[in-house]
């Protein structure tokens, strides 16, 4: 036991520490006496609101760690709030910081800020603003657009600063790719208890992710950067060993996913990655492209005819899975996604220019439903997802502007994947080959969004805006080296307000 001296030298030294333990104990005593549970929470609140205060980059990294064990609220039956816990309350206190930051005028990097994704995002958002002033339900157009602000912000503005190299650029993979795995995981054992049947691939990574089809095409966004993680010639043999198992799980995970839009978007991604590795330059993809949907449209009754011919269901077999992609006849998948469509064209049809309000598709869609288009799974509850469009939910929602703002972004982005890409071909083959995957990452999710939609959920949207913000910061570095004739280096990371990141 220490002495009166010795203890009267102690208690002032850590005189912060007995008082922060004291003032504890009567909280947790105080919350278990009065069974208000949330009150014992208030120190955790406390310490994430200082670390907010004094390192946001790390809180912003922990949180990265956290998307893909996030639990939605509404799935859990807590509350009836679509709300994932613990990041999106998290993003939004760094929203309103973010937000803090702008009115004391603290301003962004002045080239990430002129970087034309960022001018494409801001755009974005001018007109989500301008569409909820008109909407239909201007209460729910107003929780989507404060929604994609926390996302956007969050994965975006405050992350790029801190992707500004590769060494940082792959901790943010691994940040996300490490519990993500243990995902994979859970969801196998528990599909194996299940004998891998398709019906249950449906719903056994739940309660993490909502449906096989979110999972499979965040799975599918981080399938070639995890290769080109593997494909790294400095890596040590133990770090290569542990990427090998890591892309084999995700693989696995990939396939047993049973989600074929996720199949699609790897493969037609794996397509054009090949045709880029061999040169092939953006605007002569875009024009055989254009020329390849004009032949389409010339066939288009023959190609109908053919794909009603095929009457494939979804099924346990993955070849059988696979031919099931083209059936437009009988599988009720297929058929509900084109009453989707169908529903979303009709919206836009009635409110062309300024759509019907952000986030209201599936609240006024169903009286558009056509007898001939319904299906089996169709509902009139608005309780089974959206336009599964990412390019025709903005249409019916926000007119003409908003899907082309979808399709402005996904030009720019290829513009600068292509970019990127090319001019490291020239300096470090790795370093292109990253580069290549992390366009090819975020591509997936454009093809995918020909089917789904998913940036409503935090899954998606940290690596979609992540992935964005890494390839901005690579197109900055190389911008940077080119005006200097040196070689390609980073931009030196500013804090996310602006200031130097505290360190």
């Keep these: 036991m220490p002495s009166g001296n010795g203890l009267r030298l102690w208690l002032p030294e850590h005189r912060t520490a007995v008082a922060v333990a004291i003032g504890y104990a009567v909280l947790l005593g105080a919350a278990i006496a009065t069974q208000t549970w949330p009150v014992a929470a208030l120190p955790l609140v406390v310490g994430v609101v200082a670390l907010a205060l004094a390192r946001r980059d790390l809180l912003l990294l922990g949180l990265v760690a956290t998307v893909p064990l996030s639990l939605n609220l509404e799935q859990l039956e807590i509350g009836g709030v679509g709300l994932y816990l613990p990041t999106e309350p998290l993003l939004f206190g760094l929203l309103l910081l973010f937000l803090l930051d702008r009115l004391r005028g603290i301003r962004l990097n002045a080239s990430l800020e002129a970087h034309p994704i960022t001018r494409c995002i801001q755009v974005m958002f001018v007109w989500l603003a301008l ?25 975006f503005f405050l992350l790029a600063p801190l992707v500004t190299g590769e060494r940082k650029q792959e901790r943010f993979v691994l ?8 995902v994979i995981v859970y969801t196998v054992v528990r599909h194996a208890g299940y004998g891998f049947e398709k019906q249950a691939g449906h719903w056994v990574m739940d309660p993490f992710f909502k449906d096989h089809t979110s999972y499979g095409a965040v799975l599918a966004m981080f399938w070639f950067p995890s290769l080109a993680l593997l494909l790294k010639p400095s890596r040590s043999g133990i770090g290569k060993l542990g990427l090998t ?7 696995v995970g990939l396939i047993l996913s049973f989600t074929r839009a996720a199949w699609v978007s790897v493969a037609a991604a794996a397509g054009i990655g090949a045709l880029m590795m061999f040169g092939v330059r953006l605007r002569t993809l875009l024009g055989t492209g254009i020329l390849g949907l004009l032949m389409l449209f010339l066939v288009w009754d023959q190609l109908l ?7 494939q269901d979804s099924s346990d077999d993955l ?19 084109i009453n989707r469509w169908s529903c979303a064209v009709a919206l836009w049809q009635e409110r062309p220019l300024v759509g019907w309000g952000p986030g209201t598709y599936q609240f006024v869609y169903a009286p558009l439903q056509r007898s001939e288009h319904r299906t089996i799974i169709s509902t009139n509850n608005a309780d089974r997802g959206n336009a599964h469009s990412e390019y025709l ?14 399709l402005v972004l996904l030009w720019w982005t290829s513009v600068v994947g292509f970019r990127v890409h090319r ?11 990253w580069a290549l995957s992390i ?3 975020v591509l997936t999710y454009f093809i995918h969004g020909v089917l789904n939609n998913y940036l409503d959920t935090d899954k998606a949207s940290a690596p979609f805006w992540g992935f964005l913000a890494m390839l901005v910061m690579m197109d900055v570095g190389l911008r940077r080296s080119e005006s200097s004739a040196g070689p390609y280096r980073p931009l030196d990371p500013p804090s996310p307000g602006g200031a130097p990141i505290p360190r």
């Design 131 to 155: 569409t909820t002033l008109t909407s239909s339900d201007p209460m729910v157009s107003v929780k989507f657009l404060i929604a994609r602000g926390w996302f956007v912000v969050g994965f």
């Design 175 to 182: 940040l996300y790719l490490i519990p993500l795995l243990a």
């Design 245 to 251: 198992v890591a892309f084999t799980v995700l693989t």
């Design 305 to 311: 005819i053919s794909l009603e011919r095929n009457d």
């Design 319 to 337: 070849t059988e899975h696979v031919e099931s992609i083209s059936n437009v006849s009988s599988d009720a998948s297929n058929l509900e996604r």
């Design 393 to 406: 939910g903005p249409l019916a929602e926000q007119g003409v502007p908003g899907a082309l703002i979808v």
């Design 423 to 433: 001019a490291l071909r020239h300096q470090d083959r790795w370093r292109s080959w």
């Design 439 to 441: 366009y090819l990452g």
